[in-house]
């Protein structure tokens, strides 16, 4: 049976809890992802426990947002992971994303453009000028030309960054919700049957997953809505 394209973001209170996740998920879904919640308490010994419980890809997602040299720097200090793919804010600039595309050239530095939680009133708010969707095409375009080989975006704008970076560059979006499922604080979302239809090579999951009853239950739903 092949995996469905589903990164479950690995957003747990504990290290043991990461590990049950890791492993109840890894049978249908390809990639896992650790971010901030559990790097920054359990650090790379949170990538190793992901990696060993799951067999999966490992999904960095530490969202580095610094001058270039520093962003460099971190890439440098996490290189010995080896994880497939690394987050970087693409608003951070075109250096700072070449550098860490410069610093890690076996995986693929992922531009984060803007955050799917933020809905067109909080751009406007925050002087962002133009549609959340000029923005984030914008931001793709100019990740890509600095290195990035993927790109996060909201399901909701993937058609449009698709066209504007072309085949062969990785879209990835969160803010996927099932019919049904709670939205939490995501705003700029869509079902994951929509978003693959839309464009998306891999689909960010956390909380329609990890806060279901029965986890592998809940991933294999989702693997199968894809046709997996
Ligand atoms: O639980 P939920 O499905 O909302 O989790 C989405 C995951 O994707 C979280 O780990 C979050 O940090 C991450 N993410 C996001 N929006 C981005 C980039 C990453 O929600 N633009």
Known sequence: MSKAPIAVALDAPSLDVARQ?????AEHVQVVKVGLEVFLRDGHQAVEVAREASGCEIFLDLKLHDIPATVGGA?????RLAPKYLTVHASGGSEMVKAAADALPDTFITA???LTSLSQEQLTAM???GTAQEIVATLAQQSVAAGARAI?????EVAAVRQ???EGITLITPGVRPIGADVGDQQRIATPEQAIADGADLLVIGRPITGAPDLAVAAR???QSLGY
């Open 112 to 114: 984060v453009t803007v």
């Open 221 to 223: 739903a989702i693997a």
């Open 127 to 129: 002087r962002w000028s």
């Open 152 to 156: 996060v975006c909201s399901p909701q």
């Open 75 to 79: 890439a440098r200090s996490i290189a």
């Open 164 to 166: 504007a970076v072309g």
């Open 21 to 25: 996740w890791a492993g109840e998920v």
